[in-house]
C-alpha cells in the first residue's frame, strides 16, 4: 500500500497548507479553512489536503461543508486511507457501518508503528497486556500449547504470554507494526492479515488474545464466529473492549475507534458457542487525560457434549 500523500505535490499549496495549518493552531478555525481551500484549488487531486479541510471545517461548526470535503477526499481515495467514512458517520452525513475502511487502519498503525511503545506506554499510561496476563493466568493456570496473538502489533501482549506458552504466533493488518514485533524474537512466527475475514489453517490454538483490537472491530459477529471455529475445545479467548457507556450494542466514538456493551459482548459470545470465565472492568489507557473504560474477558470453548 501506498503511503498516505502527506503532501500535495505542489510547492504553493504546500506553503499556503503549513499556513493553514498554523492559523488552526492559533485557533483561527475558519481562516485555517479558508486558506487550505486555496491551496487545495492549486492540488485538487490531494485526498488528505480534503480530509484536512473536513476537519477545519468540522471544528469552525460547518458540517456541511466539512461533510463535501471529506466526501471528495473519499471519492480521491475509494480506499479510504484518511477514515472519511468514519468521520462522515461521526456527524451523521453518513449510515453508521459494521466496521472501519481496512485501509485507514492499516494506514493509522503504520504511521505510528515508530512511536507507538513509546506513545502508548510512555504517555498514555497502556497497561492492558499486563491486565489480561494475570486474567489468562486466574483462569488457567499453567501452560498453553498454542497462543494465536490477533492484532499482535509490536509484540505487548506477546511479550507477556511469551513465558505461558511452547509456541506463539502473531497476527497483524501492518506491515511496520510486525516488522517491530519481529525484532524482538518472541514469536515463532508471524502473519500480515486484515482481521475482517481473517482465516487461521493448521494446529487449532487453545489460547487466542486480541489486545485492544476489537476497538477497530465494530460489529463482533465475524471475528468471534471466526475464534470459535478455529479455538480448540477447552481453550481460551481473551481480549479487550471499550466499554460503551450509552445504548446499544457498539458505536463510533469522535476518536474513530468502537465502544461496545457488556450485553452486547456476552450475547455474541453466547452464539457463537463461547462462555464468559472472567469479565473485568479496567482502564485501558489515558487519552486526552481522561481514563478509558473497558473491560477484559476471557471466554472459553466449552468440550463437545
Not at 480521491?76 to 459494521?98: E, F, S, T, W, Y
Not at 479455538?231 to 450509552?246: K, M, Q, R
Request: aromatic residues 8%.
Amino acid at each position: 500500500m501506498k503511503p498516505l500523500q502527506t503532501s500535495s505535490g505542489d510547492l504553493n499549496a504546500d506553503r499556503r497548507a503549513d499556513y493553514a495549518e498554523m492559523l488552526f493552531a492559533s485557533g483561527d478555525h475558519t481562516a485555517a479553512a479558508e486558506l487550505l481551500l486555496g491551496a487545495l484549488e492549486l492540488a485538487p487531486q490531494w485526498a488528505m489536503g480534503w480530509f484536512r479541510l473536513g476537519e477545519m471545517q468540522d471544528a469552525s461548526g460547518k458540517l456541511d461543508l466539512a461533510a463535501q470535503a471529506w466526501t471528495t477526499s473519499l471519492k480521491l481515495d475509494p480506499a479510504d486511507r484518511q477514515g472519511a467514512a468514519l468521520k462522515l458517520q461521526l456527524i451523521g452525513k453518513a449510515p453508521v457501518a459494521a466496521a472501519p475502511p481496512s485501509a485507514f487502519v492499516e494506514a493509522l498503525f503504520d504511521h505510528y508503528a515508530a512511536t507507538f511503545e513509546e506513545m502508548l506506554v510512555g504517555k498514555l499510561d497502556y497497561r492492558l497486556p499486563e491486565f489480561l496476563e494475570q486474567m489468562i493466568r486466574k483462569a488457567r493456570p499453567g501452560r498453553f500449547r498454542l497462543a494465536l496473538d490477533l492484532g499482535c502489533g509490536t509484540g505487548l501482549m506477546g511479550e507477556r504470554l511469551r513465558p505461558l506458552v511452547d509456541r506463539l504466533e502473531g497476527v497483524d493488518i501492518s506491515a511496520r507494526m510486525l516488522k517491530k514485533a519481529r525484532a524482538k524474537g518472541i514469536y515463532d512466527t508471524l502473519t500480515k492479515a486484515d482481521l475482517q475475514g481473517f482465516s487461521h489453517s493448521g494446529e487449532k490454538p487453545d489460547l487466542v488474545t486480541s489486545a485492544d483490537v476489537l476497538i477497530y472491530i465494530g460489529a463482533l459477529d465475524g471475528l468471534v464466529g471466526t475464534v470459535a471455529g478455529l479455538l480448540a475445545e477447552g481453550g481460551l479467548f481473551a481480549f479487550s473492549v471499550e466499554t460503551l457507556a450509552g445504548d446499544g450494542d457498539f458505536a463510533l466514538q469522535p476518536s474513530r475507534r468502537y465502544a461496545h456493551s457488556q450485553p452486547y459482548v456476552g450475547r455474541t459470545l453466547e452464539a457463537k458457542g463461547l462462555a464468559i470465565l472472567a469479565l473485568e472492568p479496567t482502564t485501558i489507557r489515558q487519552d486526552r487525560r481522561e481514563p478509558v473504560k473497558g473491560l477484559g474477558v476471557v471466554a472459553w470453548k466449552p468440550h463437545a457434549a
